[in-house]
């Protein structure tokens, strides 16, 4: 038997809110300031499980168990856990028992987004901790012992600790305290308060590095460089409501220094432009259509467009001539459902642009006047502009654009009696090995390769 070719036409983290149970072993959700129940500072209490309230007595080496601390921060108006650790010292003997420390040195891996400096850690009652047993109610009963980088904080001689980073729970402060109060005390959450400032460019309108998120105290005043570029603006907005919050900025050559005073809210932080854009939209999944007899909902898009490679691409428009840009691929392949080992794929070639709902096609390359650019935006600040694909061919019949190869193992060599193949014999494909695009000829009946 010989084979025959076939042919067919077809740890540290992030803050992230805290989950109801602290002690289970789900991953922790990212932190989503869109999240529709929040806590307030009244009900901000820590949930527990019966065996989480089971006292556990037998901790007396540290050979004999691994402690799991939880370490929270203030933000947006709830208690959030922004990590957890297993590696607390000790125990060590504090105040006649047995507890875990962590070290000031240890905290700031955890706080130093938080302005958090272990260098200059004073020995204050700003690291309270609860645990298990009683969870609703934090303690700052035993204060650090040293300063600086190695001062040791106490947290629980439990299997489970909590610390709750209190920055301003210091004396002249109205809800300072020495021995214990509810997590969710609203005096006290308000004067420890965070806010996050996020950065967006997400068009990347400016071509540089933009900072993380970052946090601010609540009250406090908040100042950040940024870069700038040719037309384009950083604005201020309350990242809850999208109101624009009074801010200055001090613009230099390639910098804009952004200051906010008295911060009561998330702040959000992103570029705009003062000028007319073109946001170019790449995606093959619009222009999708039935291919073979494979409706497009069918169809799976194994690698879709980008342009510059990014699926959304904005350019903003400066005086003169307009130039359209490019895909970085003029195919895209989709797999098409035949059986589960044909492997049949087929492509979609990138025919032109089109300028919203308009008909007119452009293609890469192709250049708009000024005066055609103002007669196309007609005052309208943004332009859409949409990839156009086809997945057929051309000619009269639209039959499909692509064609795949395949082998059958079980066919005869053709000699004067039959072609060497049966149908019997069909099953014996194997998937599809390679994939091409059919060109046609102008007027000609017959697809051609």
Same mark, same amino acid.
């Given at each position: 038997m010989t084979a025959a070719?076939?042919?067919q036409?077809?740890?540290?983290?992030? *803050?992230?809110?805290?989950?109801?149970?602290a002690d289970t072993e789900e991953k922790p959700q990212t932190y989503n300031t869109d999240r529709v129940e929040r806590a307030t500072p009244e009900t901000a209490q820590y949930k527990l499980t019966s065996e989480d309230m089971e006292e556990s007595n037998d901790i007396e080496t540290e050979a004999e168990t691994t402690a799991t601390t939880y370490f929270f921060a203030a933000i947006d108006d709830e208690w959030v856990k922004i990590g957890e650790s297993t590696q607390a010292r000790g125990p060590i003997s504090w105040n006649g028992r047995n507890r875990y420390y962590f070290t000031a040195e240890d905290l700031e891996t955890f706080y130093a987004p938080f302005e958090f400096d272990a260098e200059t850690f004073d020995g204050g009652r700003e690291f309270t901790h609860t645990d298990n047993n009683g969870a609703d109610v934090i303690w700052a009963d035993a204060p650090p012992q040293g300063t600086g980088a190695d001062a040791k904080i106490q947290v629980s001689w439990r299997d489970k600790s909590?610390?709750?980073?209190? *920055?301003?729970?210091?004396?002249?402060s109205?809800?300072?305290?020495?021995?214990?109060?509810?997590?969710? /005390?609203?005096?006290?959450m308000a004067d420890n308060m965070f806010y996050f400032v996020s950065f967006e460019d997400t068009d990347d309108m400016v071509n540089s590095a933009i900072p993380d998120t970052m946090y601010v105290q609540k009250g406090a005043t908040f100042?950040?460089?940024?870069?700038?570029?040719?037309?384009?603006?950083?604005?201020?907005? /309350?990242?809850?409501?999208?109101?624009?919050?009074e801010n200055t900025q001090d613009t230099e050559t390639d910098t804009v220094t952004i200051s906010i005073e /008295?911060?009561?809210? *998330?702040?959000?932080?992103?570029?705009?432009?003062?000028?007319?854009?073109?946001?170019?939209?790449p995606s093959v999944k619009e222009s999708m259509v039935q291919l073979a007899s494979r409706p497009a909902s069918s169809?799976?898009?194994?690698?879709?467009?980008?342009?510059?490679g990014k699926t959304k691409k904005v350019v903003a428009y400066r005086e003169g001539d307009f130039v359209f840009k490019a895909p970085d691929s003029d195919r895209v392949m989709v797999s098409l459902p035949m059986d589960a080992s044909s492997g049949v794929m087929m492509y979609y070639w990138f025919v032109g642009w089109k300028i919203g709902t308009d008909d007119r096609i452009y293609q890469a390359g192709e250049t708009l006047s000024e005066e055609e650019v103002r007669a196309i935006t007609n005052g309208v600040q943004n332009v859409t502009v949409n990839a156009v694909w086809e997945g057929g061919t051309n000619d009269e019949l639209r039959r499909a654009g692509s064609i795949n190869f395949f082998i059958n193992s079980d066919c005869e060599i053709e000699d004067g009696k039959s072609s060497g193949f049966t149908t019997e014999h069909s099953d014996k494909f194997t998937p599809s090995l390679y994939t091409s695009r059919i060109l046609v000829r102008s007027g000609a009946t017959r697809n051609r390769i």
């Open positions: 070719l076939a042919v036409s077809l740890t540290t983290c992030m *803050p992230v809110a805290y989950a109801a149970q909590y610390v709750y980073y209190l *920055p301003n729970n210091k004396e002249g109205a809800s300072y305290f020495e021995d214990s109060k509810s997590v969710g /005390n609203a005096e006290m100042t950040v460089s940024l870069p700038v570029n040719e037309n384009v603006v950083w604005s201020c907005t /309350n990242a809850k409501t999208g109101e624009e919050i /008295n911060v009561q809210c *998330p702040v959000n932080i992103r570029t705009q432009s003062t000028t007319t854009t073109f946001t170019y939209y169809q799976t898009v194994l690698e879709d467009a980008t342009i510059d």
